[in-house]
């Protein structure tokens, strides 16, 4: 089992930033890959970012390229999105998820998520 907690969700105006964490407990943090999803009310959940194992090959989704960067640091089973530039559309509950070691775009390729953490965005 993997725990995964997120933080430093809130709420900012647009062009603000944010960085939101993932904290990991349990297995070997560094056998998974990472990834961010997020998900707005009455949507369905979207890829946002991914990161393999070795924090190599990160990949974003198009509407985010560009503003958001994700990061991993194995030492302090930490992953990162650091979001910028950030826009009304970017609202959303974040969730972190762990699941194959080249991280993935897919939400059925990951085994274990976070309880997810609010982004609000006002224009």
């Known amino acids: 089992q993997v725990q995964l907690v997120e933080s430093g969700g809130g709420l900012v105006q647009a062009g603000g930033s944010l960085r939101l964490s993932c904290a990991a407990s349990?297995?070997?943090?560094?056998?998974?890959?990472m990834g961010w999803f997020r998900q707005a009310p009455g949507k369905e959940r979207e890829f946002v970012a991914a990161?393999?194992?070795?924090?190599?090959?990160?990949y974003y989704a198009d509407s985010v390229k560009g503003r958001f960067t994700i990061s991993r640091d194995n030492a302090k089973n930490t992953v990162y999105l650091q979001m910028n530039s950030l826009k009304p559309e970017d609202t959303a509950v974040y969730y972190c998820?762990?699941?194959?070691?080249?991280?993935?775009?897919?939400?059925?390729?990951?085994?274990?998520w976070g309880q997810g953490t609010q982004v609000t965005v006002s224009a």
């Open positions: 998820a762990a699941g194959r070691p080249g991280g993935s775009y897919y939400t059925r390729t990951y085994d274990y």
């Open positions: 349990g297995r070997t943090f560094s056998n998974y890959g």
């Open positions: 990161i393999s194992w070795s924090g190599g090959s990160p």
